[in-house]
């Protein structure tokens, strides 16, 4: 069929649309093409010679700075410093002994350090850069640097590494830090990249270990070019990483570094808190050790002596260590007793000086008994059989609550390492811990702190904050995270009867300022400035009938490890209480002889913000005082030392 004159036009005009649009699609094909080949032959040229020669662009993580931590004060203590090293790269060295030997004539080398880094080149690959020595100074580096042509593979190099300014004093608070192990790996379900850097270090213990992530930061990253060989040939990118963020933590150095002075030959522990916050001022424990020692790698020699220490050195006694509470549990029984009433605040009990409960006699400390006594009298001169009768009527279930109420069986919330929550037990427990029954004989050991009843110097230093401001005070220790205030530990009403801790509060006010009272030779003088406080003792070995008839032999008589602990509870000024404490002396003997002093010189240079007056002491302690005052001062640190009243 013949087509007409416009369809032939109109076939055309398909017809050349459609060749227009496929040379279109062409062109713009082939100017693609054309595009990504120039930008390949040119622009990338460099790029794509050095892949065809094997080489390759690595990632490699950048370390962030660790996060600094400040006392109170704004006084560092856990910082970043300058830390110039010198490594070697086996591939470079050539001859490593001739490499090694100049550098030793330029630079003082520990033979070990040399030994330790000879074993780690053969363990790693030739062109891994390895540490031979750190923290060299600077004009160790400049020497370095001149000699340069004649120590090939040797290169200077510097870096952060953590510092402990305050050393000792802060150890078990702060911690230390120290390079991932394989059993930190073990323990994290998915670890940050940056744990798998070479000797990249992490918090162990105390605030470094509990507010890891805090400290850590972010890592960076350095795009480098490497070639077949693995050896670094040049940086073509980085980018820094984000630091950790800085904490401010409630301990004020300056009365932590006394109060370690202060404790210094025992084997002790000492918590002070401010009421206002419930902020932690001082946690010290005796002996303690330089965690700079950890930074770099422990030596045998130090680990050892650490280890070996028989006063535990490494322990944080404040916090971890969990003792019998001795006579300082008995505002615990005594309160118990009053809330649940079976017993008034004028009533008396008779001490004969023992108490026989079902053919079991226990004894007071007096031998020959108080007599008729009451509550007021019975804290005042620490009566034994006073709480043996009331624990009876009132029973360990009132009084275990009554404990956990005060801050006791229970484990504070802090960023620490291995936080106590020492024991209130109840008839429940027995039961599902040992499958016995409770007895009543239990409960009266229990009355007085002995028997099951376990709490650390931190839990007893929250009891006397809360029997002195009848809040829920709860010890915090971070005070700011990155400039962020954290939460208050002022706590709510206990709910407990205000008229009877007023009773217990005046009581403890005797022991220390009455004639009687068990702690009247460590009393402070001043009104504004008076101390209320507890003794207790704590038997670590049971006294056989024998031994009594016989005669108790002196704890003084006795080796060290079976004396008894020494304990003193307190809060100051009475009238307007600032600061609760608790201080445990390992097997010091009586708490009035060995931890009541320690309490009241504690108590007041942290009242004074310094030392104290002479005169707040009685006077036939002053001579002996200013001698104390000058050792100590000696010893702080000048940085440390505090001055003016707080």
């Not at 009132?398 to 960023?415: C, Q, S, T, V, Y």
């Not at 006397?464 to 010890?475: D, K, L, W, Y």
């Not at 240079?605 to 001579?623: I, K, S, V």
Request: proline share 6%; aromatic share 6%.
């Amino acid at each position: 069929m013949k087509r007409s004159p416009k369809d032939v036009i109109e076939s055309a005009r398909t017809v050349s649309r459609r060749a227009l649009v496929v040379g279109g699609a062409q062109v713009a094909v082939i100017g693609a093409l054309g595009w990504r080949l120039q930008s390949m032959q040119v622009e990338q040229a460099d790029q794509f010679r050095l892949l065809a020669e094997e080489n390759r662009i690595n990632i490699r993580l950048l370390p962030p700075a660790r996060g600094m931590i400040f006392d109170r004060n704004g006084i560092p203590i856990a910082a970043n410093e300058q830390n110039y090293r010198v490594v070697m790269v086996r591939e470079d060295a050539g001859d490593i002994g001739e490499v090694l030997a100049r550098l030793t004539e330029l630079v003082e080398i520990d033979p070990d350090d040399l030994t330790r880094a000879m074993d780690e080149m053969k363990r790693r690959s030739p062109f891994v850069p390895v540490t031979i020595a750190d923290r060299l100074s600077w004009e160790d580096v400049a020497r370095i640097n001149l000699n340069t042509p004649a120590l090939p593979g040797i290169q200077a190099d510097v870096g952060l590494s953590r510092v402990y300014p305050a050393g000792a004093d802060l150890a078990h608070v702060v911690g230390y830090v120290g390079p991932v192990s394989d059993y930190d790996l073990s323990r994290i379900d998915d670890p940050d990249p940056l744990l798998q850097i070479p000797k990249f270090q992490i918090g162990k213990t105390g605030a470094e270990n509990k507010l890891e992530q805090t400290l850590r930061g972010s890592a960076g990253t350095r795009r480098i070019e490497v070639n077949a060989a693995g050896r670094i040939m040049r940086e073509l990118d980085r980018q820094e990483g984000t630091s950790g963020k800085d904490v401010q933590l409630t301990i004020d150095s300056r009365l932590q570094s006394y109060v370690q002075a202060r404790l210094d030959g025992e084997s002790a522990g000492a918590v002070l808190i401010d009421l206002e916050h419930g902020d932690l001022r001082a946690i010290a424990s005796a002996p303690a050790f330089d965690p700079n020692l950890f930074v770099r790698g422990i030596s045998v020699r130090d680990w050892t002596d650490l280890n070996e220490n028989k006063y535990r050195p490494l322990a944080a006694k404040a916090i971890q260590g969990a003792y019998p509470p001795g006579s300082t549990f008995k505002m615990v029984t005594a309160l118990a007793a009053f809330e649940a009433g079976v017993v008034g605040p004028n009533e008396t009990v008779y001490c004969p000086g023992h108490t026989d409960v079902f053919g079991i006699r226990f004894h007071c400390w007096k031998r020959g008994g108080h007599g008729n006594i009451n509550l007021h009298e019975s804290l005042k001169q620490s009566c034994d059989c006073y709480y043996y009768e009331i624990a009876q009527r009132v029973g360990i279930d009132k009084m275990a609550e009554m404990a956990r109420k005060l801050g006791l069986g229970i484990k504070h919330d802090l960023p620490l390492s291995a936080v106590a929550s020492g024991l209130a037990p109840d008839k429940a427990w027995k039961s599902e811990v040992r499958g016995e029954d409770w007895r009543i004989g239990d409960t009266v050991n229990a009355s007085i702190g002995q028997g099951y009843v376990l709490a650390s110097p931190l839990q007893l230093a929250v009891m006397s904050a809360r029997i002195a401001t009848g809040r829920e005070v709860t010890p915090r220790l971070v005070r700011l995270i990155d400039g962020v205030e954290q939460p208050s530990g002022l706590g709510e009403n206990l709910g407990i009867n205000e008229n009877v801790l007023r009773r217990v509060r005046a009581s403890m006010n005797d022991v220390c300022n009455h004639r009687r009272g068990t702690a009247y030779r460590s009393r402070i003088l001043g009104d504004d400035v008076k101390m209320a406080g507890k003794t207790g003792t704590s038997q670590v070995r049971r006294i056989t009938p024998e031994e009594r008839a016989a005669g108790v032999t002196k704890n003084e008589d006795l080796p060290w490890e079976r004396r008894d602990h020494a304990l003193f509870v307190s809060f100051a000024p009475f009238d307007k209480p600032r600061y609760a404490l608790s201080v445990v002396v390992e097997h010091g003997g009586g708490g009035s002889k060995a931890a009541a002093p320690i309490a009241r010189d504690i108590m007041l240079q942290a009242l004074y913000g310094g030392p104290p007056p002479l005169d707040a002491y009685p006077e036939a302690d002053r001579d002996r005082i200013a001698d104390q005052q000058r050792r100590i001062e000696a010893r702080i640190p000048p940085g440390s030392r505090g001055s003016g009243r707080a």
